[in-house]
């Protein structure tokens, strides 16, 4: 375990992210880091990735991190929920990972286009830009849609504008109607 006081929840990540690329199943970290490795720093007490695993291994992986001395707590979305389901995983100083089992919509390539970067001396797979921008925009806050905007803004001439697009498309005609805003605010 790698943290060893509050105010750690990118060190709980790292060990969770251990565990999975340990079996084999694919994530990647979204939310403020993800935020943080394309340019927008902003504040969050959690870390979040999105796994791409079935329910079944959702259930091995609240049985392993119990096992392990995390409270583990696996929540199930209704039928109309984006989010299958939902892992939360705390250590003893209160610091939280939210792991999303599946997002509905989500592009087949999202995982493989996630990069990495190094925290903790780990390789920590981090979701792409484009669909970094995506997903913000098919959640929809005005906060996720300020998350977009600024990590657009970082780099707006080197966006693949194509992809975000398709990439939005897969979520529906709200999150490509964001996605329209956002790119029409960075012209």
């Known amino acids: 375990m790698r943290t060893d006081a509050a105010g750690q929840s990118p060190l709980l990540m790292v060990d969770v992210a251990e565990v999975l690329s340990a079996r084999g199943i694919p994530y990647a970290v979204i939310g403020a880091m993800a935020a943080a ?36 707590d696996l929540r199930i979305g209704d039928a109309d929920d984006p989010i299958p389901a ?51 925009a098919h959640a929809g806050s005005p906060v996720d849609l300020a998350d977009a905007r600024a990590v657009i803004a970082v780099d707006a001439a ?16 709200e999150a490509s109607r964001h996605v329209e805003s956002l790119l029409g605010d960075t012209r």
Do not use: C, W
């Open 86 to 136: 939902l892992l939360e995983v705390t250590d003893r100083f209160a610091n939280r990972v939210d792991l999303l089992i599946g997002l509905r919509g989500l592009d087949a390539g999202a995982m493989d286009r996630a990069g990495v970067v190094n925290l903790s001396g780990f390789p920590l797979k981090v979701i792409g830009r484009e669909d970094f921008i995506a997903m913000k």
């Open 158 to 173: 080197g966006l693949d504008r194509d992809l975000v697009r398709r990439i939005a498309a897969g979520f529906g005609k």
């Open 37 to 72: 490795v394309h340019g927008v720093v902003r504040a969050s007490l959690d870390a979040d990735a999105l796994v791409g695993t079935q329910l079944a291994v959702a259930r091995e992986l609240q049985r392993e991190f119990s096992g392990k001395g995390y409270v583990a």
